[in-house]
């Protein structure tokens, strides 16, 4: 991914604060030589990251889809993936610059991971990826649901779950937050984002917020 150099996140932590806050990423792997690549929108979780690198490399990913999805069959152990995490967006126009000539942007946040697939093949290590995507996501977005009723139900599902690891051998963040303009238009920026009914425009302004 290009990333000019004013739109580089601050340090890791906003990299991996969008991949917890937004896990339902894109993983696209190369197809056949002639063939388009293949693309999954997927849940994702970390395993573990790994805070002392700046590109998140030596981090695991976890994920899952469905054994059905041509996309699996085609995934090997070893072959290099892309998960594309897109945080939240909002349409700048050119009204809030108070200036002529302008054009309007697009301001957002997007983090691009690149790794290696580790298939998981074992019964139990897949329903542990399961059970851990659960507990990330109702704790964080959920009511806390008690799944211990469930996990006989995982089990009937479970060989027609796909899971994997993602070893993380890099990753991009782009941070687009109005940072090319002065001090006083970026301002003007923020302050229309806050004042939009939009969630992710309200993320975005409180990305902005966060700015050095």
């Known amino acids: ?20 806050e937004h896990p339902l990423a894109l993983l696209t792997s190369n ?19 790994d805070t002392k690198t700046a590109d998140l490399s030596g981090s695991v990913l976890l994920c899952h889809l469905n ?17 594309t995490f897109t945080g939240p967006h909002g349409y700048v126009t050119p009204s ?3 200036y002529t000539p302008a054009a309007p942007t697009w301001n957002f946040a997007s983090v691009h991971v690149r790794g290696t697939v580790e298939k998981i093949d074992a019964a139990e290590e897949t329903l542990d990826v399961i059970t851990a995507t659960v507990r990330a996501f109702e704790g964080r977005f959920g009511s806390d649901w008690d799944m211990s009723e469930s996990i006989g139900y995982f089990r009937k599902i479970l060989p027609g779950v796909g899971a ?7 990753a991009d963040g782009m941070f687009k937050l109005s940072q090319e ?20 425009c309200r993320a975005v302004a409180g990305l902005m917020d966060r700015l050095p």
Do not use: C
Not at 1 to 20: A, E, H, L, Q
Not at 31 to 49: D, K, R, Y
Not at 164 to 170: K, L
């Open 1 to 20: 991914m290009f990333v000019p150099p004013f739109y580089r996140p601050p340090g890791s932590s906003w990299m991996t604060d969008i991949v917890k």
């Open 31 to 49: 197809g056949a030589p002639g063939e388009v690549p293949f693309a999954t929108h997927l849940p994702v979780i970390p395993e573990s990251f």
């Open 67 to 83: 054994r059905q999805n041509p996309h699996w069959s085609a995934l090997r152990s070893g072959d290099p993936v892309l998960l």
């Open 96 to 98: 809030v610059y108070a």
């Open 164 to 170: 994997f690891r993602v070893q993380v051998t890099g």
């Open 181 to 200: 303009q002065t001090a006083e238009v970026r301002d003007r920026v923020r302050s229309s984002f806050h004042a939009q009914q939009s969630t992710h």
